[in-house]
T-cell receptor
Framework: TQLLEQSPQFLSIQEGENLTVYCNSS?????LQWYRQEPGEGPVLLVT?????EVKKLKRLTFQFGDARKDSSLHITAAQPGDTGLYLC??????????????FGQGTILTVHP | DSGVTQTPKHLITATGQRVTLRCSPR?????VYWYQQSLDQGLQFLIQ???????AKGNILERFSAQQFPDLHSELNLSSLELGDSALYFC?????????????FGPGTRLTVT
């Protein structure tokens, strides 16, 4: 069974601070996605990374996929209250019986205080 | 708005009952996924359909079943409901069947079993 462990589980910071969320596994994934979810809504896809060592930037968010494709990180620069939400990482494998299955981490609840 | 629609938004029912959740994928998407989200288990993959056929199966109970119809909408049937089935149920869709295709989530159905 593939597992994704996210840390920290909770993060409470002040506006303007930087933060990093980690997503780790002992398994290799062919792709890794990051989602953001607000209460009562479905997860919204932020980014997909597929190549080991890949770095993608989305405004103040930087996503990195580990060289061995077993881990990923999300770094937010100068956090804003609008960044508050549940951040989820999800790993996928391209073949076999898990064809379209995504394995999700438990999530990181981020609260950014004004 | 992801373009994925789910009905109903909320559902309250009693133990032992049966319910049907409905999902319409984004226009042009052939693959539909069902996920369950609970506080203790996080977001768990249940089942995937692609163009009417089952493609991948996750931790779906035998009391649960799903299908995808010729018009590509999907239904998730939950029977002999137990208190522990109370959760958010999400549908997601993608263009293709594998994890290389990005999944877009609907707003979810909140099921409460009393």
């Amino acid at each position: 069974t593939q597992l994704l462990e996210q840390s920290p589980q909770f993060l409470s910071i002040q506006e303007g601070e930087n933060l990093t969320v980690y997503c780790n596994s002992s398994s290799v994934f062919s792709s890794l996605q990051w989602y953001r979810q607000e209460p009562g809504e479905g997860p919204v896809l932020l980014v997909t990374v597929v190549t080991g060592g890949e770095v993608k930037k989305l405004k103040r968010l930087t996503f990195q996929f580990g060289d061995a494709r077993k881990d990923s990180s999300l770094h937010i620069t100068a956090a804003q209250p609008g960044d508050t939400g549940l951040y989820l990482c999800a790993g996928g494998n391209a073949g076999g019986t898990s064809y379209g299955k995504l394995t999700f981490g438990q999530g990181t609840i981020l609260t950014v205080h004004p | 708005d992801s373009g994925v629609t789910q009905t109903p938004k909320h559902l309250i029912t009693a133990t032992g009952q049966r319910v049907t959740l409905r999902c319409s994928p984004r226009s042009g998407d052939l693959s539909v996924y069902w996920y369950q989200q609970s506080l203790d288990q996080g977001l768990q993959f249940l089942i995937q359909y692609y163009n009417g056929e089952e493609r991948a199966k996750g931790n779906i109970l035998e009391r649960f079943s799903a299908q995808q119809f010729p018009d590509l909408h999907s239904e998730l049937n939950l029977s002999s409901l137990e208190l522990g089935d109370s959760a958010l149920y999400f549908c997601a869709s993608s263009v293709g069947p594998g994890v290389a295709y990005e999944q877009y989530f609907g707003p979810g159905t909140r099921l409460t079993v009393t």
